[in-house]
């Protein structure tokens, strides 16, 4: 062998040797370079030049496929700060949030989503990063907690409704957005907070008022104006606003309304607004205070003769010497009244 030849053997053995050393350095899940569209474009994907926006979302592809979420996070997080202008940029942050929803850090993947949303509001994996916010959102006021500072973890239920509030916003008209401001409502008149659930419940109507679904949001609402009146030595305004929703319920829907009990509902409204007159009355005679007595006495006679307390009422202005004896009629009507009104404190129907 003559030393032309042994060089060049020496010189191709140097050469496959470095291209070994190349291949041991590449990044996991280096392979064949692949063409794929992105935003209407042509791009090469390599997932051998981590370097390159193509290459970059490679690696956090290939990560995604296994349970490395913090890898796939942390790239995300590398990739938005070098490639943020690029195309591929909208599937390295859907990536980042599907990875913090699979570990549990729930907010930390609707930061993610939204980031994705506000970017790409019309993209390519747009429904995908709203369907990751309501899973987050329903996550949060469900009860999953927060994660704070990596380790600690805080109820979030407010900051459930707020991604919901989100998401909504970011789909206004759609199916979606009906769902989750349906969702809201519900779920503030289960927790109790009337004020919010009648809040959410007019925006939804307001919104989607032909849906399917808006009469449930009325009947809601008007129960939740009930619910929010704390008694007779209260302002009885939510009393009127849920008697003005009830009576629309029954303008509108009234095979639903007397399947509902809404007539029954009303009737103890007027019971409720009775006794509220009646006791203002038992205030003033007690304290001798004898005309005002008598004007709520009248006052109460006059607009809610059908109730029970109109009885007493009437029997307070007799012992006064201002009223005579109730006739018959009078009688059974009130008896019947009271009779309905004891039944259903009994058996817990009606709205």
């Not at 390295?92 to 907010?107: D, I, K, N, V």
């Not at 008209?173 to 409502?185: H, K, P, S, Y």
């Not at 289960?190 to 399917?212: G, N, V």
């Not at 005579?324 to 039944?343: F, I, T, Y």
Request: glycine share 8%.
């Amino acid at each position: 062998m003559n030393l032309t030849v042994a060089k060049y053997i020496l010189w191709m053995a140097l050469v496959v040797l470095a291209g070994l050393a190349l291949a041991c350095d590449r990044e996991p899940g280096a392979g064949k370079p692949s063409l794929e569209i992105r935003g209407g474009k042509w791009l090469m994907l390599d997932p051998s030049a981590p370097e390159t926006p193509a290459g970059s979302l490679a690696r956090i592809r290939d990560a995604s496929q296994g349970t490395r979420y913090g890898r796939v996070v942390r790239w995300s997080k590398r990739h938005v700060k070098r490639f943020g202008s690029d195309p591929t940029t909208e599937e390295a942050l859907l990536l980042a949030g599907q990875a913090e929803l699979a570990r549990g850090r729930y907010y930390q993947a609707f930061e993610r989503f939204d980031d994705q949303l506000s970017r790409y509001p019309a993209g390519e994996f747009s429904a995908q990063a709203l369907l990751g916010e309501v899973t987050a959102g329903e996550a949060l006021i469900s009860g999953k907690k927060r994660v704070v500072f990596g380790i600690f973890r805080i109820g979030a239920t407010d900051e459930g409704v707020m991604i919901l509030e989100k998401v909504a916003g970011h789909a206004p008209g759609t199916q979606l957005a009906e769902d989750v401001l349906l969702r809201i409502g519900d779920w503030y008149y289960a927790h109790a907070q009337w004020a919010k659930a009648i809040e959410s419940y007019d925006q939804f109507m307001k919104l989607f008022p032909r849906s399917r679904r808006t009469p449930d949001a009325m009947l809601n609402a008007a129960r939740a104006s009930v619910a929010s009146f704390h008694g007779i030595d209260y302002d009885e305004t939510p009393l009127l606003e849920a008697q003005q929703r009830y009576e629309q319920f029954v303008e509108q829907f009234p095979v639903q309304a007397e399947a509902e009990g809404v007539v029954e509902a009303l009737a103890d409204i007027r019971d409720q607004r009775a006794g509220k007159l009646y006791e203002c009355a038992r205030f003033y005679e007690r304290t001798n205070r004898l005309q005002t007595a008598i004007y709520y006495y009248r006052k109460l006679t006059e607009q809610f003769p059908d109730t029970s307390y109109a009885l007493l009422g009437e029997d307070a202005l007799m012992q006064m010497g201002l009223l005579d004896l109730p006739s018959q009629e009078v009688l059974e009507r009130a008896e019947r009244q009271r009779q309905r009104l004891a039944d259903r404190r009994r058996t817990g129907d009606g709205p």
